[in-house]
């Protein structure tokens, strides 16, 4: 007999009813059943198992849990890396739940056993006992889910309890049905119970085999009926008359020799086909075999476009009708496709990749391209792939198999050289189903693709003659072994002048056709579509530029149709009616210089911005908090840009001299609070003298009567009266500069920020928070900083530009090795900044602190 305990844990089981002597697996993985497996090891590995009455419960109270459970002991537990847990579980007696402890966060209860009636007449027990032994051979004997050996487990029960527990715990029953058998306290009763129970599997399962056998008749039935139906394709050949099978084979044959196919994959088409020929008419392998030779034979197999060699003016013409701008894309794609053209209509070794931020148009230039071309466009979205069959298929042995996207593309496009876009391909990601981007290298690799295996087809094709052109948002995403394949064309965003002639010449006539209004053609006035430009949107493309004409139109066309007066001309002022009030119309700037608030410049999926960094510095511990939603690249920054702050406050002469007279220094001086020792709170050790020592005076050099004979100036020395307090000794900077408290923060905090260009403005709002000295205004800084001071060069110079224009800034610091790309953009762009360049941050100084300006000529222009 198990010894009781008045308090163990209880776990509640959805659909198990543990037995005594019974052992059984459980995983767990609710929050209640984990602690009590937990809690355990406190109960000498021993908890109650009660069942719930209702499975779907999730999380059950003490009236959803029967009270009657089994007491078991905890064989062995882990915990898996879901999180989950895994025990083996050894039941030990029948109990009965007389309350709960505690409900959270786990059930503890206190029991007592259930004590099982005294045995009166033994013959008639002996008597029930045997009958549910045969009831249970049988029962074990048409059940192949149970092991033989269960059968044997009956030979070692002695008593009516025991037999019970045994035969129970291997009954293949529902869970409310194993209850019964569990509960009760009379052993006749008990016994009474699983004899009927077991009567009644038994025929169930005796039903259940007759009708097992009479679908087994059926299904002979039909494979005499397959059996004739061979027996009549024979006679038919004796005949001399064609079957239906004959037909088909016929009929693929006839296909297979209008196509241009290489020896090997002919060879083994036609193999198939005689395979399919040979299959009975009613066997699942002739749909599978169809849909296979009708994938195959359906592809264009050496087909070409009516214009297989570029030409290299229609698309140039064609590019520059679609798109405005974008001068060095189309150059770069004209220069692609002049190669082509030379090369006979064979695409160059290298495939095209179009990175830009969303809008930009690089999806429209390919499709332009394209047309151009005079060749199908194909376009494959690549976002969210994870699955290697999506880019090379599934072999025919999976149960729904098909090609991978590129074999579908061509069998769409109907001819072996169209254009696929490859959309999105720095968003494909890899798991345990295999690596999309392994599968591509062999796409898209010059050498590889003239022998691509789609898994489905296993058959090689070619595919050096396609036009493949990947998009992509990040090229820091791109995988490295595709990127290294791919010639990477930039589409920068585009300036306000370059979007006030898009909507003009584009969006405004495609849209008033859309909304059923082309004849009124544009309504805006030129400083309307300004104002939607600047004050509506912040994007680096035209896409929320061409939503926000769209709802104009469609208000328009709602007061055409309700017959109301539609305006002729829609000014600036009128813009509020169709579309509210501008979103960014105040400016975000300060306009007067601010200690500790620098502008960096970011570069976003959505174009550039302007970064407000903002820093506090206070007396302290010496901690350091950042916030506002910081990325770890971007985290590093700050801590680089502290490092080199902490370090050449002291050892840098410039610096350090500022550092010296600085206003901040004198403040933290005075407010310097020295770190508490280890012997007492608030005591502070002094130098070598010992003046002061745990919080009590100690003489050093001091007469017997407690005064000096004078102090440094001369003067004779007056004891104060009392315990004299020393001045303490004044900090180091290294001390002073490491007992700080700083506050970084970067508003906006629900937006995610990353990278490392915002180094400069990081040290430059730290350093005026340091000395105290304000940041002019209207100055914006981009460059990643070393521990040594060094500027680094950063990108996104187009969008960062564009983004100072917009938001009011005037001047704009960046590294040297930026000159020559900054002088390869639009004068636009430069016309209304002065660029200053340097190489070092103490070069930032005089150009964006207050009061050094005599040595703003340091920086490069």
């Given amino acids: 007999m198990v010894e009781t305990r008045r308090a163990v844990p209880l776990l509640a089981t959805r659909d198990l009813v543990l037995f005594p002597g019974m052992i059984a697996p459980l995983f767990v993985e609710r929050e209640k059943g984990i602690r009590a497996l937990e809690q355990t ?65 786990l059930f503890v209860v206190r029991y007592a056993p259930v004590e099982s009636k005294p045995v009166e007449k033994k013959a008639r027990l002996r008597a029930l006992m045997d009958s549910v032994a045969r009831e249970f051979a049988s029962y074990v004997g048409q059940t192949p889910q149970l092991p033989e050996e269960a059968e044997t487990a009956l030979e070692r029960v ?19 049905r194993k209850q019964e058998l569990l509960e009760g306290d009379d052993p006749e009763a008990r016994l009474l119970l699983l004899l009927e129970t077991l009567i009644q599997e038994n025929e169930f399962i005796a039903l259940e085999n007759e009708i097992s056998e009479r679908v087994h008749d059926s299904f002979e039935r039909q494979q005499r009926k397959v059996f004739l139906h061979e027996r009549l394709r024979v006679l038919q050949e004796e005949l001399g008359e ?54 195959a034979l359906g ?165 050096s003659h396609v036009f493949f052109i990947a998009t992509a948002n990040y090229e820091e995403d791109i995988p490295e072994t595709l990127h290294d394949r791919l010639e990477i064309i930039r589409l920068p965003g585009y300036t306000d002048r370059e979007k006030l002639e898009i909507a003009q010449r584009h969006l405004v006539p495609k849209i008033a056709e859309e909304c059923g209004l082309a004849e009124l053609g544009n309504v805006f006035t030129l400083p309307a579509l300004r104002a939607m430009v600047r004050d509506y949107t912040r994007e680096a493309g035209v896409r929320e530029l061409a939503r926000l004409i769209g709802k104009v139109y469609r208000r328009l066309a709602r007061m055409k149709v309700e017959g109301k007066r ?27 210089p601010q200690i500790g608030v620098s502008l960096g410049l970011a570069y976003t999926g959505a174009g550039g911005d302007v970064l407000r960094v903002e820093c506090v510095v206070t007396p302290g511990k010496g901690d350091f908090h950042l916030t506002g939603q910081l990325g770890e690249v971007m985290q590093e920054s700050v801590t680089a840009a502290w490092g080199y702050l902490k370090t050449s ?49 100690v003489n050093s050099g001091v007469g017997e009567r407690g005064f000096r004979p004078s102090d440094r100036r001369g003067e004779p020395f007056r004891p104060a009266e009392g315990p004299v307090e020393p001045e303490p000794p004044q900090p180091s900077d290294y001390e002073l500069l490491s007992a700080l408290e700083v506050r970084m923060h970067f508003p ?114």
Avoid at 60 to 71: A, F, K, N, Q, R
Avoid at 163 to 175: D, K, Q, R
């Fill in 41 to 105: 090891q406190q109960s000498d590995g021993l908890l109650v198992l009660a069942a719930q009455r209702l499975p779907s419960t999730d999380d059950p109270e003490p009236s959803d849990i029967y009270s009657v459970g089994t007491l078991a002991k905890v064989v062995q537990s882990s915990r898996l890396a879901d999180g989950t847990m895994k025990a083996l579980i050894e039941g030990r007696q029948r109990v009965m739940i007389e309350g709960y402890e505690t409900v959270s966060p």
């Fill in 158 to 176: 002695t008593s009516p309890e025991d037999m019970v527990n045994v035969v129970a715990a291997n009954l293949l029953i529902a869970p409310d």
């Fill in 242 to 295: 064609e079957g239906e099978g004959e037909t088909e084979r016929g009929a693929y044959l006839k296909l297979l020799q209008e196509k241009k196919l290489p020896e090997a994959a002919a060879a083994a088409l036609t193999k198939e086909i005689n395979r399919l020929n040979d299959l009975p008419p009613l066997s699942a392998e002739v749909a599978v075999a169809k849909t296979y030779l009708d994938t």
């Fill in 299 to 463: 592809l264009p197999w050496g087909a070409r476009s009516a214009s297989s060699v570029p030409d290299v003016a229609a698309v140039a013409r064609v590019l520059d009708e679609t798109h405005y701008g974008l001068e060095n894309v189309k150059d770069r794609i004209i220069e692609y496709l002049a190669v082509a053209s030379l090369r006979g209509g064979t695409p160059p070794n290298t495939i095209l990749c179009l990175v830009g931020p969303p809008g930009v148009g690089k999806t429209s230039v390919a499709m332009a391209t394209a047309k151009g071309l005079q060749r199908p466009l194909q376009r494959i979205s690549l976002g969210g792939v994870r699955d290697e069959g999506e880019i090379r298929g599934h072999r025919r042995t999976y149960v729904g198999a098909m090609p991978g996207r590129i074999i579908d593309a061509l069998k769409r496009a109907g001819v072996d050289d169209p254009v696929v876009v490859l959309d999105e391909i720095d968003k494909i990601e890899s798991d345990w189903r295999g690596d999309p981007a392994a599968a591509l290298m062999e796409v898209l690799d010059p050498v590889q693709n003239r022998s691509f295996r789609d898994n489905y087809l296993e058959l090689e094709y070619d595919l």
């Fill in 566 to 592: 539609i305006p002729r001309r829609i000014g600036s002022r009128g813009l509020a009616r169709f579309l509210g009030p501008a979103p960014f119309l105040a400016p975000r700037l300060h306009t007067e």
């Fill in 649 to 697: 406050l002291v050892r840098d002469p410039v610096l350090s001299a500022l550092w010296a007279n600085s206003p901040g220094r004198e403040y933290l001086l005075e407010n310097y609070q020295p770190p508490e020792n280890n012997e007492e709170s608030g005591a502070w050790r002094a130098g070598p003298e010992g003046r002061v020592s745990g919080g009590r005076v």
């Fill in 748 to 861: 906006e905090g629900g937006v995610p920020k990353e990278g490392p260009s915002a180094g400069i403005a990081v040290a430059t709002a730290l350093l005026s928070a340091l000395l105290q000295i304000p940041v002019r205004p209207k100055v914006a800084l981009s460059g990643e900083i070393t521990l040594t001071g060094q500027v680094l060069p950063v990108g996104g110079l187009k969008e960062k530009l564009l983004a100072a224009l917009r938001e009011g800034v005037q001047t704009v610091i960046l590294p040297t090795t930026v000159k020559p790309e900054v002088g390869e953009l639009p004068d636009e762009l430069k016309r209304g900044l002065e660029i200053v360049y340097v190489d070092r941050f103490v070069e930032v100084l005089p150009l964006a602190l207050v009061g050094l300006e005599e040595g703003k000529e340091e920086g490069q222009k």
